[in-house]
């Protein structure tokens, strides 16, 4: 599949949203499906960092990287988000000038290892000094992300307000010229996109002729101009009048728009809303797709969608064929737009990982940084949760010494630490109770009826007594977790729908007898009395910290707690009763009765104190008059509710 560039000057991140075909599906997900891209090059995002949300960050299946304003609030700012299954950068970075720092370090871009540099910034000297780099970099202006086939910028020009800003405007233009023109010379290709806020030629304005002749200037003088002059100084076909500047003798870069559309009028990129110039196309064409000389013969289009609303500004785009020539062989896209080893012939070897964010991804802010998206609740596998299931814990004698002094070859991970005693025991017993222990709880079965044992509880254990260690609030805590949910964890969202597995009624007599909870099957070879057959059903910590009998040598086994009739684990609810129960939760409340029978009304305590702001109920008939003759008075009855103590509900 091809790859597409779209850049957009968006006008507020979330303007788009309130115009066609964006306000139907308020997503940003939907947006980048519209535009069928693979990289959205944003600006004039006009956000800070505490305005990003969830749905600005986390969009499924996309990454994502700002360059914010350091001081001005609500203005300039650019975002570039890439779509994860297509395109992985391998180095990103903020600021044109490379003075700004990483997250969560001191040390400048510039300064980094040069394995984790994107290089290309300006050396001393090639900058004016009228403006420090400092200030340049302020502003939120640009953004850089490096494939392993070029360096994209992700740019949006100063414009020209007012005359303080011309030192600004041109010192940034400068360092932006230097910075494509040193990537180009260390053998990147470069790809700028953006609001470059600069008017290349005639034909790509309008009613130029008209604006000349007011302020009585010449087409020449028009093209001289610093900003104009700069950019026809570093695109290929641009008009330069005289000779070139120092340092740019040569063009470096292709206006992509202007190569597949070169004699096309009115393509223009943006209009004046306060004249309302959009629906007669009176515009000018400011917003850019240019690429180096070694990377022009990969698109097979570019072109501007006019079409779509959302800012004052139209989206601009090129798109990459699904196969390019390098080296002379024909290389598919997705293998030289992602880190080595990802992709292979255009098909996936891994998928991205976490460790693939760079540290600029917004996605590791501190705020976004492994959050769950919603979708996710709801279509991600559950991963099987460990929590109840039988963890060996060592201790200092795993297995008691026989009688006769010699250890038994017992599996340790078959031991449970509380069915070991201190007293010994006899090779009968530990073989018995690591053949218990071993069985899981859902495997256990039994093959005859089962009879309790009448067996000691280990409190009553003749070992003497261990001084208790003091619990801190994590260990009650998750003592306390453990013995409230005895059965399987919930893992998704989906098992708060699924039914629990129904638990039996215990015996409340033999709650206190843990004896009655322990039921071994009888030793065929055993000739003694037969016990109660009464049984009480308990879980498995129960059963495994139960003592084995010395006269049960055989294998013994338990029975499983019964289930009802056709239950099944993957049932769900039926929706109709879910909605039921839900409305019946949060239906309307029913007002109580009054002691006239009369529905009360509903009043909010305004006196201070401690009932300011409760709300009770009270009868609602009147004090004073009644307007009827024949009751004469009618007083409100002493009915008195506090709506908290009421919970009748519809």
Not at 384 to 403: D, I, L
Not at 580 to 588: A, F, I, P, V, Y
Request: glycine residues 6%; proline residues 9%.
């Amino acid at each position: 599949m091809p790859l597409r560039i779209t850049t957009w000057n968006v006008n507020g991140i979330r303007n788009p949203f309130g115009y066609q075909p964006w306000r139907e599906n308020r997503s940003f997900q939907a947006m980048f499906d519209t535009l069928e891209t693979d990289i959205v090059v944003m600006q004039e995002t006009k956000i800070q960092r505490k305005d990003l949300r969830d749905d600005m960050v986390l969009v499924p299946g996309w990454d994502v990287f700002f360059s914010l304003p350091k001081y001005k609030k609500g203005y300039s700012g650019v975002a570039i988000y890439t779509r994860s299954s297509k395109c992985c950068p391998i180095r990103a970075e903020e600021g044109i000038t490379g003075v700004l720092c990483p997250p969560n370090s001191s040390t400048q871009f510039r300064d980094l290892p040069a394995d984790q540099q994107i290089g290309g910034y300006p050396t001393p000297g090639q900058l004016p000094d009228a403006v420090d780099e400092q200030t340049l970099d302020s502003e939120g202006r640009c953004v850089i992300l490096e494939f392993p086939a070029f360096v994209l910028i992700g740019v949006y020009s100063p414009a020209t307000r007012d005359e303080t800003r011309t030192e600004f405007r041109e010192a940034y233009i400068d360092a932006m010229d230097i910075r494509v023109r040193n990537l180009v010379s260390m053998g990147k290709q470069v790809f700028l996109c953006g609001d470059l806020n600069i008017v290349r030629s005639g034909l790509d304005t309008a009613g130029l002729v008209e604006r000349l002749r007011k302020e009585a200037m010449t087409m020449d003088e028009f093209l001289s101009t610093p900003s104009r002059r700069f950019l026809n100084h570093l695109v290929f076909g641009g008009r330069v009048n005289e000779e070139r500047d120092e340092g740019r003798e040569e063009p470096v870069l292709w206006d992509l728009c202007r190569e597949f559309h070169p004699t096309r009028t009115g393509m223009y990129t943006c209009w004046e809303t306060k004249k309302n110039a959009r629906p007669g196309n009176f515009g000018s064409r400011i917003d850019y797709v240019l690429c180096s000389s070694g990377i022009k013969d990969w698109f097979i289009d570019s072109n501007i969608q006019e079409g779509l609303l959302g800012s004052d500004h139209c989206p601009v785009y090129a798109t990459i064929g699904d196969a390019v020539g390098l080296d002379g062989a024909k290389i598919r896209i997705e293998d030289v737009m992602n880190p080595p080893g990802m992709f292979k012939d255009g098909e996936r070897q891994r998928e991205a990982s976490p460790k693939d964010l760079l540290p600029t991804s917004a996605k590791l802010i501190p705020e976004f940084d492994r959050r769950q998206n919603i979708r996710d609740m709801f279509f991600k596998k559950a991963v099987p949760s460990t929590k109840g299931k039988p963890t060996p814990v060592p201790t200092n004698n795993p297995v008691s010494p026989s009688a006769s002094g010699t250890t038994i070859g017992v599996d340790n991970d078959k031991l449970r630490p509380d069915s070991i005693t201190s007293t010994p025991q006899s090779s009968s017993q530990v073989t018995a109770t690591a053949t218990i222990n071993s069985i899981t709880p859902s495997k256990r079965t039994t093959a005859s009826p089962q009879k309790p044992s009448a067996t000691k509880r280990p409190a009553e254990s003749s070992a003497p007594p261990s001084r208790p260690q003091k619990k801190g609030k994590a260990t009650l805590s998750r003592e306390t977790s453990t013995k409230s949910t005895p059965g399987f964890s919930q893992s998704s969202l989906k098992g708060f729908f699924k039914p629990k597995t129904p638990t039996p009624d215990t015996n409340p007599a033999n709650e206190e007898d843990d004896t009655s909870n322990a039921k071994l099957s009888p030793n065929p070879g055993n000739n003694s009395a037969e016990l109660p057959t009464k049984q009480c059903p308990r879980s498995s910590e129960q059963l495994s910290s139960t003592p084995i009998p010395e006269n049960n040598n055989a294998q013994n086994t338990v029975e499983e707690s019964p289930k009802p009739d056709g239950f099944s684990e993957e049932r769900v609810f039926d929706p109709i009763e879910a909605k039921e129960s839900w409305s019946k939760l949060l239906g309307k409340r029913v007002l109580p009765k009054c002691e006239h029978e009369d529905d009360c009304q509903i009043l909010v305590t305004k006196k201070a104190g401690v009932n300011c702001g409760r709300s009770f109920f009270m009868c609602a008939r009147p004090l004073g008059p009644s307007g009827d003759k024949e009751q004469g008075t009618a007083f409100r009855c002493r009915t008195f509710i506090w709506s908290s103590d009421w919970n009748g509900r519809q």
